[in-house]
């Protein structure tokens, strides 16, 4: 009779720690990604694991995945407090006289495919889009385009003297451009300093943006000409109004290693209103309530549509997220695109629970998953000087 080996205690231990600080790992990426500046403390106990484990494990995961920590900065709530602060002191006829243009930010995706065999070099772009504070990413693609842009430009006349300044830079390429104003719906783009630089707000308020920005989880009062309770009611002013939605990591080097991007046309408008939570209902049940890597999603509107885009372990992976859609029969024409390399700017792969998005809450109010409490904004006000 044949009989099978069977696994060495020391192989089940070996499998079983492994399995143990995969655990913890997952657990305080999650969390870092709810609130980066959260204590080791509190990671601990959520994590079930000793202090000294999760400083090790978090130093690893900072060392392995090359992660910041950066706020999640919201354009559409900060455009309501630069206009409050803009015209505070105005009289009537300033305010009439006032150029809303001048005020809020409009969010942009754009595709470019470049005509013919001739595409420029890496260095090439980055000299065409450095000087200006509108593009915060730039990545290569494989497929229908060759670029992918994530865009942050006041108006309409500075998106569009930034595209003409693309086409003069660029002047030996022939290219053809998509642009689409978009609204976030889920994950974030890592903004620019530069682009903070033109935020209008109290001048120590931008200062604590620019610092968190730098490293949501150092000490914020280093190099700040500030008192520490006077960081401590900004921090709270920018979490309690809004402005930023929570202070968050993103991975340079993620462990889902690839990405891609899907683009999706709204073309039968009456099946898309009937289903249109089927697919976050479907992925967030396929997700089981455990880590999956996001990192932006957000609609557009000429033509009506959306964009994904999703880190996956592989290629395999990433085309069982846009079968979902194509099954799911939700009256949609999908187009998706392989991104090879981020040229400009980063990208905000992060592990998150979606648990914790909008999307989720839609569905936990029409009774499709269960609902959660967030915690997240309480403590996030409360983690004000964490150091490591």
């Known amino acids: 009779m044949a009989t099978h080996p069977t696994p060495s205690s020391s192989a089940r231990s070996k499998a079983a720690n492994s399995e143990y600080k995969e655990k913890i790992a997952n657990t305080i990426l999650r969390e870092l990604s709810m609130d980066a500046r959260q204590s080791l403390s509190s990671m601990a106990e959520k994590s079930n694991a000793s202090k000294t484990t999760v400083f090790n494990e978090l130093n690893s995961i900072i060392e392995r995945n090359d992660v910041r920590f950066v706020p999640e900065i919201n ?193 039968d408008h009456e099946r898309f209103q009937k289903n249109r939570y089927r697919w976050f209902e479907h992925m967030v049940k396929m997700d089981n309530h455990k880590l999956g890597s996001y990192t932006f999603m957000a609609d557009h509107f000429d033509p009506y549509g959306g964009v994904i885009i999703a880190s996956a372990r592989n290629g395999t992976c990433f085309d069982g997220i846009k079968k979902s859609l194509d099954n799911l029969n939700l009256g949609l024409e999908i187009d998706s695109f392989v991104l090879t390399r981020s040229i400009f700017g980063e990208l905000g792969v992060r592990n998150f629970d979606l648990r914790y998005t909008n999307q989720y809450r839609l569905l936990a109010t029409e009774g499709l998953v269960p609902k959660v409490k967030d915690e997240y904004q309480t403590e996030a006000a409360r983690q004000m000087y964490v150091e490591l």
């Open 75 to 267: 354009l559409e709530e900060l455009w309501k407090h630069e206009l409050l602060y803009t015209t505070k002191w105005m009289q009537k006829r300033e305010f009439r006289q006032l150029d809303i243009h001048q005020i809020g930010f409009t969010e942009y995706v754009g595709f470019v495919k470049f005509l013919g065999k001739k595409k420029p070099s890496d260095a090439e772009l980055v000299k065409a889009v450095g000087n200006s504070y509108i593009p915060q990413n730039v990545s290569a693609l494989y497929g229908k385009y060759d670029l992918f842009m994530y865009l942050v430009a006041r108006d309409h006349n500075e998106l569009n003297f930034f595209l003409h300044n693309l086409h003069k830079s660029l002047k030996g390429y022939k290219m053809r451009i998509r642009i689409n104003p978009v609204n976030k719906t889920l994950g974030f783009f890592p903004l620019r300093n530069e682009l903070i630089e033109q935020f209008k707000l109290p001048e120590k308020y931008k200062k604590l943006l620019l610092t968190l920005n730098n490293d949501s989880r150092g000490q914020l009062s280093q190099g700040l000409d500030m008192d520490k309770n006077t960081i401590t009611y900004i921090y709270k002013t920018l979490i309690d109004y809004g402005i930023v939605n929570r202070t968050t990591i993103h991975m340079r080097n993620p462990d889902n290693a690839f990405t891609g991007i899907i683009s999706y046309s709204i073309v």
